[in-house]
């Protein structure tokens, strides 16, 4: 049963070629997504990091955007 | 109504809808391959050759609906300059390029089984192979203009040009003898496909579209992330 499961009847190499190409582009795609996500993330923290106290606090103060990011990688951290 | 519609509040939506999408995507997944590989029965024809058409096909139909979505969006953006719309076709551009890639590679590979060549310079292939080609115009547009309006006019004349090959590749099954079998599903009259082969179909359909609106989200915020890092280094 398991031989005729990975053989497919003869067309084993095209299915598993066409699923395995389709999965792994797929995965490539997502962490190398992931990746540059998680790279602007950082950026923008090093940013934060730069200014003043009160400059920081007015930018946390006006930005959603900023304080999300602040509390995604505390909660990463 | 409009403040709804600030990128922050877009940007805790998308957090949230990432969340969601993670949490269910796995389960999903593989429900669609048990059906994909295992539930769902051998053509009588193509025999199990025919699994392959569970990643063809919703491959191909997401290509074309992201390239459709591109148009629509360069074409209220071109007229109403909503910003907003520029940064959604930059981040759906490389998601349909990725699925237009994707059913031309997978169709070949069902092509050498059932056909007994790997290639053929039909109408459905070649106008396929003209679309992967505008995707690529498209993000070059990106990549090499520095100038944003010059990157909206431009991106919009590839997409708006592109998308006269939308129709083609739809009925160049009909107006042209090929070798690439016609619509087995259509939206209005009766489909000729099983329903056993119908729902793995349409569940491998729903795995897809959820990875698309993943991978366009995860882009989306990056775009969002970099506008807000150059606003913080203005002010």
Redesign the interface.
């Known amino acids: 049963m398991i031989s005729n499961?990975i053989t497919?009847?003869?067309?084993?190499v095209?299915?598993w070629?066409?699923?395995s190409?389709?999965f792994i582009?797929?995965a490539v795609?997502?962490f190398k997504?992931?990746k540059?996500?998680i790279k602007?993330?950082q950026?923008?923290l090093a940013?934060?990091q730069k200014?003043t106290l009160e400059?920081k606090n007015?930018?946390l103060e006006n930005?959603?955007?900023?304080q999300?990011?602040l509390a995604?990688s505390c909660e990463t951290n | 109504m409009f403040k709804y519609f600030s990128s922050s509040n877009i940007y805790l939506l998308i957090q949230k809808l990432i969340k969601l999408i993670n949490s269910i995507f796995f389960l999903i997944l593989v429900i669609g391959l048990t059906f994909a590989l295992i539930l769902s029965p051998p053509d009588y024809l193509q025999g199990d050759a025919v699994r392959i058409m569970y990643v063809h096909v919703p491959a191909a139909w997401i290509g074309l609906a992201c390239f459709s979505v591109i148009t629509l969006l360069s074409v209220l953006n071109f007229v109403f300059k909503v910003k907003n719309f520029y940064f959604i076709n930059k981040s759906i551009a490389p998601i349909g390029l990725l699925f237009t890639c994707l059913a031309i590679i997978t169709g070949s590979l069902w092509g050498q089984p059932t056909w007994g060549t790997w290639w053929a310079w039909d109408a459905r292939l070649t106008s396929m192979v003209v679309l992967m080609f505008f995707y690529i115009f498209y993000i070059l547009t990106f990549k090499l203009l520095k100038k944003e309006e010059l990157i909206i006019k431009v991106s919009s004349i590839i997409a708006v040009v592109g998308s006269i090959n939308l129709p083609i590749i739809k009925y160049s099954v009909e107006w042209w003898a090929t070798l690439h079998q016609p619509a087995s599903i259509k939206i209005i009259g009766s489909s000729s496909i099983h329903p056993e082969m119908l729902l793995p179909l349409m569940v491998m359909l729903l795995v897809f579209l959820l990875y698309a609106a993943l991978i366009f989200l995860m882009k989306y915020k990056t775009e969002i992330i970099r506008i807000k890092k150059k606003n913080i280094k203005r002010n």
Do not use: H
């Open positions: 499961f497919m009847n003869g067309y084993g095209y299915i070629l066409s699923f190409v389709v582009s797929c795609v997502y997504t992931k540059t996500l602007y993330e950026e923008f940013e934060l200014l400059e007015k930018a930005s959603k955007v900023a999300q990011i995604t």
